[in-house]
């Protein structure tokens, strides 16, 4: 009998006879059954999505949203016995494109199916689950080379594509300083006194107190863990854990990824951002699928989402290098 290894590269590419065709055989496959268990190891997993402001497409048609992005207005001096002076802004828009589709498939030959036990379900459904979060939350932090007067279609692996207006670094006093590609050394770690000039950042582009969040590598919360402020009991503030998040600090919910990009020599580019810094928009969430192969006496499942991404306010988010 030929491997798995075989024919995983025709297993998609024949079409199969329907899921109905051995009903017995995959009855521990149910897409209904399956689709919960992703969904939930999917949401246990991912960190950055509830973070961000979200839009759903679920059962619209079309490929692009079209958001309206209003310019602020200005309040000026009411004059006597003059008409009142009217803010004539010409409001610009953010069109995202519903262009992101990942998927996670697995072959499951029916000896494996009638011989494995439950735990193999378990796995595939955990597996998926978190490949699809860690993907998701990949691409929204790739959106950071966009903050300030950046691009976000720059390449996010690429150091000089965080270099920009709101990327900054250490600037070897414990301050902040504008990031500069291939300078960041091993020393260069967080301090108090960065976190709050991020936070002034933030406030200097009247950007709102609530709703900011600032996600870390690894590496920082180690780094963290050692200053008094940032394990104080106000930090942890009681709550209770929720996915990634450390505590609290100054108002801004701080929360650990290992999905921030590696640029340069092992510099993570670590993102303080408000909400509405990023969008969201979900055309298809979690689903998952079955086909019987029967020319393989396999089936095919296949877990995936549709979704599009983009920087919605590009003032509200800012970017500390380190390594």
């Given at each position: 009998m030929a491997g798995f290894d075989a024919i995983t590269g025709q297993a998609t590419s024949i079409p199969g006879v329907g899921s109905g065709a051995n009903t017995g055989t995959v009855?521990?496959?149910?897409?209904?059954?399956?689709?919960?268990?992703?969904?939930?190891?999917?949401?246990?997993?991912?960190?950055?999505?509830?973070?961000?402001?979200?839009?759903?497409?679920?059962?619209?048609?079309?490929d692009t949203i079209h958001v309206p992005a209003p310019l602020r207005g200005?309040?000026?001096?009411?004059?006597?016995?003059?008409?009142?002076?009217?803010?004539?802004?010409?409001?610009?828009?953010?069109?995202?494109?519903?262009?992101?589709?990942?998927?996670?498939?697995?072959?499951?030959?029916?000896?494996?199916s009638v011989q494995a036990l439950s735990s193999l379900r378990r796995f595939y459904t955990e597996d998926a689950g978190y490949a699809l979060a860690r993907q998701v939350d990949t691409a929204l932090l790739n959106l950071g080379v966009g903050f300030g007067d950046g691009d976000e279609t720059d390449n996010p692996a690429t150091a000089a594509s965080w270099v920009h207006s709101a990327s900054y670094q250490n600037d070897g006093d414990g301050g902040l300083a504008a990031y500069v590609a291939a300078s960041v050394v091993a020393a260069d770690v967080i301090t108090d006194k960065m976190f709050r000039g991020l936070i002034q950042v933030l406030d200097d582009?009247?950007?709102?107190?609530?709703?900011?969040?600032?996600?870390?590598?690894?590496?920082?919360?180690?780094?963290?863990?050692?200053?008094?402020?940032?394990?104080?009991?106000?930090?942890?503030?009681?709550?209770?854990?929720?996915?990634?998040?450390?505590?609290?600090?100054?108002?801004?919910?701080?929360?650990?990824?290992?999905?921030?990009?590696?640029?340069?020599?092992?510099?993570?580019?670590?993102?303080?951002?408000?909400?509405?810094?990023l969008i969201l928009a979900e055309q298809v969430g979690i689903r998952s699928q079955t086909q019987y192969m029967q020319e393989h006496l396999s089936t095919l499942y296949t877990a995936d989402r549709l979704y599009g991404k983009k920087v919605f306010r590009a003032e509200a988010g800012v970017v500390l290098c380190t390594k």
């Amino acid at each position: 009998m030929a491997g798995f290894d075989a024919i995983t590269g025709q297993a998609t590419s024949i079409p199969g006879v329907g899921s109905g065709a051995n009903t017995g055989t995959v009855a521990t496959f149910i897409p209904e059954l399956w689709s919960d268990e992703v969904r939930a190891v999917y949401e246990n997993s991912i960190v950055t999505a509830p973070l961000v402001k979200k839009m759903s497409m679920k059962g619209k048609k079309g490929d692009t949203i079209h958001v309206p992005a209003p310019l602020r207005g200005t309040a000026v001096a009411k004059v006597a016995d003059t008409a009142v002076v009217l803010n004539t802004t010409t409001e610009g828009e953010v069109i995202i494109n519903i262009n992101q589709h990942y998927q996670y498939s697995r072959m499951i030959e029916d000896i494996a199916s009638v011989q494995a036990l439950s735990s193999l379900r378990r796995f595939y459904t955990e597996d998926a689950g978190y490949a699809l979060a860690r993907q998701v939350d990949t691409a929204l932090l790739n959106l950071g080379v966009g903050f300030g007067d950046g691009d976000e279609t720059d390449n996010p692996a690429t150091a000089a594509s965080w270099v920009h207006s709101a990327s900054y670094q250490n600037d070897g006093d414990g301050g902040l300083a504008a990031y500069v590609a291939a300078s960041v050394v091993a020393a260069d770690v967080i301090t108090d006194k960065m976190f709050r000039g991020l936070i002034q950042v933030l406030d200097d582009s009247n950007n709102p107190m609530t709703g900011r969040s600032f996600v870390v590598a690894p590496s920082q919360v180690n780094v963290m863990r050692g200053i008094d402020r940032f394990v104080s009991s106000d930090f942890v503030n009681g709550n209770g854990v929720e996915t990634g998040k450390l505590g609290t600090l100054y108002g801004v919910d701080i929360y650990m990824s290992t999905n921030l990009p590696t640029i340069d020599t092992d510099v993570r580019p670590n993102m303080m951002f408000h909400k509405d810094a990023l969008i969201l928009a979900e055309q298809v969430g979690i689903r998952s699928q079955t086909q019987y192969m029967q020319e393989h006496l396999s089936t095919l499942y296949t877990a995936d989402r549709l979704y599009g991404k983009k920087v919605f306010r590009a003032e509200a988010g800012v970017v500390l290098c380190t390594k």
